[in-house]
């Protein structure tokens, strides 16, 4: 059984209610079982449980962030218990959305209420598809009148859009959807975009990779689209056409843990397997790393620039130089970088820049 659990967010008027019909009509014909969880801030509000009508807005925030756990539990149970073998979990927003509406001190105070942080809050999801707001691209669509909660001016609207796509940022597997096509073709997109992350789609990885001029960091940690995170990772005994590695992200209490199971073939890179570990099991796999290979630390850097998802990595052993990657979902995609970026040349073919190849380098070599 395979059970992927994904976000569908965005900002106000950005097509969510449509995508999650067409997720579930276009998905169930690719075999999988499609299970819905419903916004929650929708049913408690209608139902008369509002920031407005509790003691506080972070009173609320309890309210909902509990109920949304739950109900996503109980869709987890079920789908456990289900005699299918691709179960797609989708849900219509995730905790982070709620971000949005709180202060930084709100949102830690929740966080402590509910005994989490922030990373392993949105990281608890496998994939996160934000549908940007019509106000961004296409403001002769953007309307208040398919929604009665919406309130918003069109500006309003692409600032609320921008305070999502930062809240999101950061996360393993973040895409953003734009109004670039129409809206028929945003839609297509999108499943594309979700059949890609099933590997259901392109069954090679469609990755670029730029050596860029080590960054201004100040510059980037004063961006709201752009999270920091640690990264240590280690490469498994395998065979000579497999790449299997653990990978620490994060630092402390908030360390989650991941393995991923890679094969090459014909110089092109496939996705076998990607799946969360337990602390333990994590632990337990590193007595299989390979002795050829060290551990290899790294600052990721991520970033939500023009709608596209960049992870800058600064390495240690590197103090003029760093790696950026982009994933794309299909070759001939444009990538858009920040101008505060001096790209020095693409490596996307170069196995030098491999992450493996850079583990099997001796101890303080640097290229």
């Keep these: 059984m395979s059970i992927s659990k994904i976000v569908i967010t965005g900002g106000p008027c950005g097509g969510k209610t449509t995508a999650l019909s067409r ?52 869709f987890e149970q079920a789908a456990r218990t289900m005699s299918h073998d691709k179960i797609l979990i989708v849900c219509d927003r995730g905790e982070m959305d709620n971000k949005v509406y709180m202060s930084d001190d709100e949102f830690e105070h929740v966080l402590d209420y509910l005994e989490t942080n922030e990373a392993e809050l949105r990281d608890s999801y496998d994939a996160v598809f934000h549908l940007i707001t019509a106000a961004k691209g296409a403001e002769e669509y953007y309307t208040l009148e398919n929604n009665s909660a919406r309130y918003e001016s069109i500006d309003e609207a692409a600032a609320l859009d921008d305070k999502f796509i930062a809240a999101w940022t950061g996360h393993p597997y973040f895409r953003v959807i734009d109004n670039s096509t129409d809206f028929e073709g945003k839609m297509r997109r999108l499943i594309r975009e979700i059949a890609h992350y099933l590997g259901e789609l392109h069954p090679y990885e469609i990755e670029r990779k730029f050596l860029v001029r080590f960054p201004d960091l100040a510059w980037l940690e004063g961006l709201d689209a752009c999270e920091r995170v640690e990264i240590s990772q280690h490469y498994l005994r395998s065979d000579p056409d497999e790449e299997i590695r653990i990978r620490r992200r994060g630092s402390g209490e908030s360390s989650l843990y991941y393995l991923t199971e890679k094969r090459i073939s014909d110089g092109h890179t496939v996705l076998r397997m990607q799946r969360r570990l337990t602390e333990g099991e ?56 920040p101008p505060e970026l001096q790209i020095l040349r693409e490596v996307t073919g170069d196995p030098r820049y491999r992450n493996a190849a850079i583990a099997s380098l001796p101890r303080g070599a640097t290229h």
């Design 23 to 74: 997720i579930q009509r276009d998905l169930s014909h690719l075999g999988y079982t499609v299970l819905i969880v419903p916004e929650t801030a929708t049913s408690l509000i209608s139902g008369g449980v509002a920031p407005w009508t509790c003691a506080s807005n972070v009173e609320y925030q309890k309210c909902q962030m509990t109920l949304q756990q739950q109900k996503e539990r109980i």
């Design 282 to 337: 994590y632990h337990m796999l590193l007595v299989q790393a390979d002795p050829k290979r060290r551990e290899i630390c790294k600052t990721r850097y991520c970033l939500t620039y023009e709608n596209q998802y960049f992870e800058i990595d600064i390495f240690p052993c590197w103090d003029d130089q760093a790696l950026v990657e982009i994933e794309l979902s299909s070759e001939d995609t444009p990538v858009h970088f």
